[in-house]
């Protein structure tokens, strides 16, 4: 008759069977949680801690379609393996300041497959909130040239479109009820060639020649001028988060297109204001 197992022998197997359980399904220790033998701890994604903070901050949120940009940002950490119990607890800072250094750190640490939606997250916190209009707790922009000048470039070349429709609708100035819209369309332009010489800059030697031409409506009679205008503006925030996927080298240049972003919104709003939409860069919310 064999021997029975030693009470050791099977206290042993016990916890060989439940670590193996454990982890052959794939689930991770939290960070706070103590440590056991065979046990692996959870290694935090890339900017976490920031990230968090930054959903709890979109969980308190008011303004139009915060719950719908939380949950964005919800399901993208899941799908990261962010386990459901941390980001349920995901809680916001206790301050303005600290609220902006969470969304400007969760730019500059996230990992790539997050940068995109982080950025226009960061971006469209800046112009739908009181948050963004405290000039002196957000980064100020660059100076100099981007080491991915060719994505700074790309950048230039959609400002121009603007630019040039903005200029074509100041053209109607001569047409009656087309006075108001034409100023403002002027002023608009010069703003927007003050953002383009900074792009400029940033392109250094990957800037391009201006095109020759852009295409335009047969009409602009009426208020088909002003919607071609609002709509550019639109597929200029568009190619503006674009960006973001080509600068996960350069954190400082994705963080300087956030800006580009609100400054690009601050300037249409006056005479060509854009529906609030879910994430600013879109280029869906226009109708």
Do not use: N
Request: charged share 25%; aromatic share 4%; net charge negative.
């Amino acid at each position: 008759m064999p021997a029975r197992p030693s009470r050791r022998l099977l206290l042993t197997g016990a916890l060989t069977l439940s670590v193996t359980a454990v982890t052959g399904c794939g689930v991770r220790l939290e960070d706070d949680a103590p440590d056991l033998p065979f046990v692996p701890r959870r290694e935090p994604i890339p900017g976490e801690g920031a990230l968090l903070a930054v959903l709890g901050a979109l969980d308190e949120g008011t303004e139009l379609h915060a719950a719908q940009r939380a949950d964005l940002l919800r399901d993208a950490l899941t799908e990261a393996a962010v386990p459901a119990e941390v980001v349920e607890h995901a809680t916001a800072p206790g301050s303005d300041a600290e609220t902006a250094a969470a969304f400007e750190a969760s730019v500059r640490e996230c990992g790539p497959g997050l940068l995109q939606l982080v950025g226009q997250l960061t971006a469209t916190q800046r112009i739908t909130t009181p948050l963004g209009r405290k000039s002196r707790l957000w980064t100020a922009p660059g100076t100099g040239t981007w080491r991915r000048g060719e994505v700074a470039a790309t950048a230039l070349q959609a400002t121009r479109a603007t630019m040039y429709a903005l200029d074509v609708i100041a053209g109607q100035a001569k047409e009656p009820g087309q006075g108001v819209v034409a100023k403002a369309a002027l002023a608009a332009a010069d703003e927007l060639r003050d953002l383009s010489a900074r792009q400029a800059t940033a392109a250094g030697d990957d800037v391009e020649p201006t095109p020759l031409g852009y295409e335009r409506p047969d009409d602009l009679s009426g208020t088909a001028g002003r919607d071609w205008v609002v709509g550019s503006f639109v597929r200029l925030q568009a190619a503006y988060a674009d960006c973001f996927a080509r600068l996960d080298d350069d954190r400082d240049a994705a963080l300087e297109v956030t800006g580009w972003m609100v400054t690009a919104e601050r300037i249409s709003r006056a005479q060509f204001r854009q529906d609030v939409p879910e994430l600013y860069g879109d280029g869906k919310h226009q109708s």
